[in-house]
């Protein structure tokens, strides 16, 4: 094989390589990522609608404390307030967001006499009116019963001036 044979070929493959990394890069800005630190799963949510999503940071963020290193905490008292689903109960709610990355942590115990295997549920945020302002999927893993556990949804939609939140399992 020439030399000049050779240059082409290693051309053509950082061209690829550029071309797959931009490809992914685009894809993955389009999604949002779950992370359940419980059980290290990962899941992908895609908005579905992103056109038409309001974006609460051009609104009044009445329920936004902003922190020294720039990150807006939630402090809306009705989004902090323990929830129950199903067999579960979330308290020690909190959201953030910095640098794009809003983030709901919230504490989940099994309140139910039997161990709770993994379900999958989707969280609604709400403005004050009830009109949702963004969803994400989450994954809350295996809970024996009694037991709590942490749920961490991570996601890159800024949620953080929600007045409220819904969860439902699927």
């Not at 999604?31 to 609460?56: A, F, K, L, R, Y």
């Amino acid at each position: 094989m020439k030399k000049s044979e050779k240059q082409m070929i290693l051309i053509l493959v950082v061209v690829a390589i550029i071309i797959i990394a931009v490809l992914v890069n685009v894809r993955n800005s389009r999604q949002e990522t779950v992370t359940d630190n419980n059980t290290g799963m990962t899941g992908i949510s895609t908005p579905e609608n992103p056109s038409s999503s309001t974006n609460p940071t051009n609104d009044a963020e009445e329920f936004v404390e902003k922190l020294e290193d720039g990150t807006k905490l939630n402090v809306s008292e009705k989004l902090s307030q323990t929830k129950k689903v199903g067999d579960y109960e979330l308290s020690n709610i909190q959201v953030t967001n910095k640098d794009g990355q809003s983030v709901l942590v919230a504490d989940v115990k099994n309140t139910s006499s039997t161990k709770m295997n993994m379900k999958f549920a989707k969280v609604v945020f709400l403005d004050k009116e009830g009109n949702e302002i963004s969803s994400t999927d989450a994954i809350i893993g295996d809970v024996e019963a009694g037991q709590t556990v942490q749920l961490i949804a991570s996601v890159t939609t800024d949620f953080s001036n929600a007045y409220d939140f819904s969860i439902q399992l699927q």
